[in-house]
């Protein structure tokens, strides 16, 4: 297996808008960036993922951009960009960029061309199409919900959005549009950056004749995922992409990719392909939804977890490479869904960030994660500001009358916002986020969770992810060793071990709040040990061969 920097490193995920903010608007911005970026350099951290920062009108907090040549204004200007740039840099961090090209904003000067007839040159920037039978060109449903399709009367057709209807898709089948795109990206990585995170980059090839998606019920819309997820031509783009820019660079690329499988990424990563490093999955953040989708929300199993994180690790050793996350800005917060967020908070969340950074594959840490950041119950959906979630909620409550009680139970799980609400930086007013008024509410809880209480704990969640990333810079076993499942079965437990030559890791977590009895396989044997790592008080000599665990512990052990 190659040897990479990008395999050797965590990356730390910051949402601009809510992360800190210089000059008082309530909007986290790129100064304020600049002014934390000793902290995270504190934490350890090597990369950092910037979410958009680029031109919008906002319809999707900056994923629909207008121009992907400038910085938005709330965030400040391209000055302060290249300042957190060279900050970023004399630091030995790397900066990465969101990459956002399966669609652009409607406000996109291409788009303004390309609505104005159907014979201007950048109509076919987009997918536009003449209406069926008076209805839309076919059944695909949006992500955001309602039709994949808008009317637009200039020209009397339709134009695809898989997402907002102010986020047309660009059609990659053009040509002199993907030379376009090609050269913004130079245009960046010529600036200094150090890659891409790639948005639904396994959308921009469309099945042809774009079908209608099977639809036994009957429903009006329907996912049409599987005419555009990793379709006909993914590869071909990507590795014309690679050809035209990534290979021009060292750089680290990764992409996200709902729908792919361990077959598709070994595909998509394999170091011979030229295509990206790695992809982001979601099979595992699917584990809690329930038949009808992510607001049907069930309880995950950890045997599911289990196969899940298991066949990922297995399926890409020595042919791809994993990323690790189990939150970001798209998704609740880690502590509250897998861990226990009142009354082992601080455990529970050590021992989900040892079950990560333990595995084989590049981390992500979402900002917040690293104090115990949780989830938030808004009182009134009023307080809530992501359009997806006003979206569903609008069309379950008032269009399909249902109980309002449930709908926002499904939210307080699932709801994007809960990743969104601002860092909390200290115990003052607004948690130190911002001297004005924070653009969403900061979470009530920000007196007992933030940086400056965790920083001046040394048993705090801070402290603890601080060790796991320098284990990880001194261990190269937890970059570059096998991981092997052990206790299969077991319904509370999750461990596992890593093997690189004669070295090998012993991993344990319970993920409940229980006792449970940890026996150790009798086909592992060693002749020392050593305790790397443990969430709780542990003495370094006990045997490990039968142990009573404690409620969300977490152990790890370098067998000899």
């Avoid at 949006?142 to 047309?168: I, M, R």
């Avoid at 819309?221 to 014309?240: A, D, K, S």
């Avoid at 690189?500 to 709040?513: M, P, R």
Wanted: charge should be negative; aromatic fraction near 14%; include cysteine.
């Amino acid at each position: 297996m190659e040897r990479k920097w990008w395999k050797e490193s965590v990356v730390y995920q910051i949402y601009p808008r809510s992360f800190m903010d210089s000059n008082g608007d309530g909007i986290g911005d790129l100064r304020g960036i600049i002014s934390k970026l000793d902290y995270l350099k504190e934490l350890g951290i090597d990369i950092i993922w910037l979410s958009p920062v680029y031109e919008s009108p906002n319809d999707d907090n900056g994923y629909d951009i207008s121009d992907y040549q400038s910085i938005m204004d709330e965030f400040g200007t391209m000055e302060d960009w290249e300042a957190l740039l060279h900050e970023v840099h004399k630091r030995d961090m790397k900066l990465i960029m969101d990459l956002v090209v399966n669609h652009s904003s409607d406000e996109h000067p291409w788009f303004v061309e390309s609505r104005k007839s159907k014979d201007n040159p950048y109509r076919d920037y987009y997918i536009w199409r003449p209406g069926k039978n008076g209805k839309e060109p076919n059944n695909w449903e949006s992500c955001f919900g309602g039709s994949a399709w808008q009317y637009d009367e200039t020209t009397g057709e339709y134009y695809l959005h898989l997402f907002s209807k102010k986020q047309p898709d660009l059609n990659w089948e053009n040509p002199k549009l993907r030379q376009e795109l090609y050269d913004m990206m130079r245009w960046w990585l010529d600036k200094g950056i150090d890659g891409f995170r790639m948005d639904v980059i396994n959308f921009i090839s469309k099945e042809p004749g774009l079908p209608d998606a099977p639809n036994p019920e009957g429903r009006k819309y329907v996912p049409g995922g599987r005419y555009y997820m990793n379709g006909p031509r993914i590869h071909e783009f990507l590795q014309e992409m690679h050809k035209e820019v990534f290979s021009k660079y060292d750089i680290m690329t990764v992409g996200e990719m709902p729908g792919v499988t361990p077959e598709e990424a070994v595909l998509y990563t394999g170091e011979d392909r030229h295509e990206v490093h790695m992809v982001f999955q979601f099979e595992h953040m699917e584990l809690d939804s329930g038949p009808g989708g992510k607001w049907d929300v069930k309880p995950w199993r950890l045997k599911d977890l289990k196969a899940v994180m298991s066949k990922w690790q297995k399926s890409l050793e020595g042919k791809g490479w994993n990323s690790l996350y189990l939150n970001n800005h798209d998704q609740p917060r880690m502590v509250s869904r897998f861990g226990d967020d009142r009354t082992y908070l601080e455990e529970s969340a050590k021992m989900l960030a040892t079950f990560l950074h333990m595995l084989q594959g590049t981390p992500y840490i979402y900002q917040g994660e690293e104090i115990g950041m949780t989830n938030v119950r808004f009182p009134s959906i009023e307080d809530y500001k992501d359009i997806e979630t006003l979206n569903m909620y609008r069309e379950k409550v008032f269009e399909n009358g249902e109980e309002i009680e449930k709908v926002m139970d499904s939210i307080y799980k699932k709801g994007r916002d809960n990743a969104r609400t601002p860092v909390q930086w200290d115990d003052s007013e607004h948690a130190g986020f911002t001297s004005g008024t924070p653009w969403i509410a900061v979470n009530p809880n920000y007196k007992e969770v933030n940086v400056k209480k965790a920083l001046q704990d040394k048993n705090s969640v801070f402290h603890y992810y601080k060790k796991l990333i320098q284990l990880r810079k001194q261990h190269e076993i937890i970059v570059y060793g096998t991981y092997d499942l052990i206790l299969e079965d077991h319904d509370q437990i999750y461990a596992y071990t890593r093997t690189l030559g004669e070295q090998k890791l012993l991993v344990i977590c319970n993920f409940f709040s229980g006792n449970p009895v940890f026996e150790l396989p009798s086909n592992l044997r060693y002749t020392k040990k050593e305790l790397l790592i443990s969430n709780y008080d542990t003495d370094p000599e006990e045997r490990i061969e039968n142990m009573v665990l404690k409620p969300y512990e977490a152990r790890v052990y370098r067998l000899v």
